[in-house]
């Protein structure tokens, strides 16, 4: 009797998992078809969640100020771009030229990590990476940012 709780639990679960999964073999030809013209050819992608006008975890103090935003960060060799998924496919919500950072940085509070992106108006957009390999993805956008808003 147990059993089918834990059955049909399991089956809605696994109906919620979006069919643009970081973990489906399509994700990365997904991705590349998303990047804008003009924003180069993919560099790195991974889930995220986008804190818009955050610098780091600032939004932590006054969540009233800053929506989460989850989706894929993508970082292009010209530009990072941030994607949701619509259905069949990704759509880039915000773009960020690299030509237009001032500075790219990671932000650390206890386990967390976001990596923090300051535009010439010297505002700022906050990206946590929510895969296990998020430490290692987000020091190597880290670099590569840095070396493009250079």
């Given at each position: 009797?147990?059993?089918?709780?834990?059955?049909?639990?399991?089956?809605?679960?696994?109906?919620?998992?979006?069919?643009?999964?970081?973990?489906?073999?399509?994700?990365?030809?997904?991705?590349?078809?998303?990047?804008?013209?003009?924003?180069?050819?993919?560099?790195?992608?991974?889930?995220?969640?986008?804190?818009?006008?955050s610098?780091?975890?600032?939004?932590?103090?006054?969540?009233?100020?800053?929506?989460?935003?989850?989706?894929?960060l993508i970082?292009?060799?010209?530009?990072?771009?941030?994607?949701?998924?619509?259905?069949?496919?990704?759509?880039?919500?915000?773009?960020?030229?690299?030509?237009?950072?001032?500075?790219?940085?990671?932000?650390?509070?206890?386990?967390?990590?976001?990596?923090?992106?300051?535009?010439?108006?010297?505002?700022?957009?906050?990206?946590?990476?929510?895969?296990?390999?998020?430490?290692?993805?987000?020091?190597?956008?880290?670099?590569?940012?840095?070396?493009?808003?250079?």
């Open positions: 009797m147990r059993q089918a709780p834990v059955s049909v639990l399991l089956l809605l679960l696994a109906a919620c998992a979006p069919v643009g999964s970081t973990s489906t073999p399509e994700f990365t030809s997904l991705v590349t078809r998303a990047i804008p013209p003009g924003d180069g050819q993919l560099f790195i992608s991974d889930e995220s969640v986008w804190y818009p006008d610098n780091g975890f600032s939004d932590l103090r006054d969540q009233s100020l800053t929506q989460a935003v989850p989706g894929v970082v292009a060799t010209d530009a990072v771009a941030f994607a949701q998924w619509n259905g069949d496919r990704y759509n880039v919500v915000k773009e960020w030229r690299l030509v237009d950072l001032t500075d790219a940085q990671i932000a650390t509070r206890g386990f967390g990590r976001r990596l923090v992106l300051q535009k010439i108006d010297n505002s700022y957009d906050a990206f946590a990476v929510t895969q296990e390999t998020g430490r290692k993805a987000s020091e190597y956008l880290l670099a590569h940012i840095a070396r493009g808003a250079q």
